[in-house]
């Protein structure tokens, strides 16, 4: 196998995962609702119930080469919002 290869399979896993993950805010919304409100105290369900829809997108993205790319960029840029509101939340 191919490096390329590898990193191929490597990206789409992850993917899985993190979809996974993302629907996972939708199966069993309590389990996430106490890490969420150091970055979102106010409508704290709804914030879990959007992260993981982003969260489903970005693996779904990450699953087909095509999308990679722009997957990848969308997962630095939900990283800064995360970042960016969970040093809000703690001001």
Known sequence: M???SKTRSLAGYAGVVLAAAGVSHFVKPG?????TTAAFPDNTRRH???NGGIETLLGLSLIAPRTRRIGL???VAYLAYLGGNLLRGKS
């Open 31 to 35: 389990i996430y609702e106490p890490a």
């Open 48 to 50: 879990v119930y959007t």
């Open 2 to 4: 191919s490096e390329e």
């Open 73 to 75: 960029a969308g997962i």
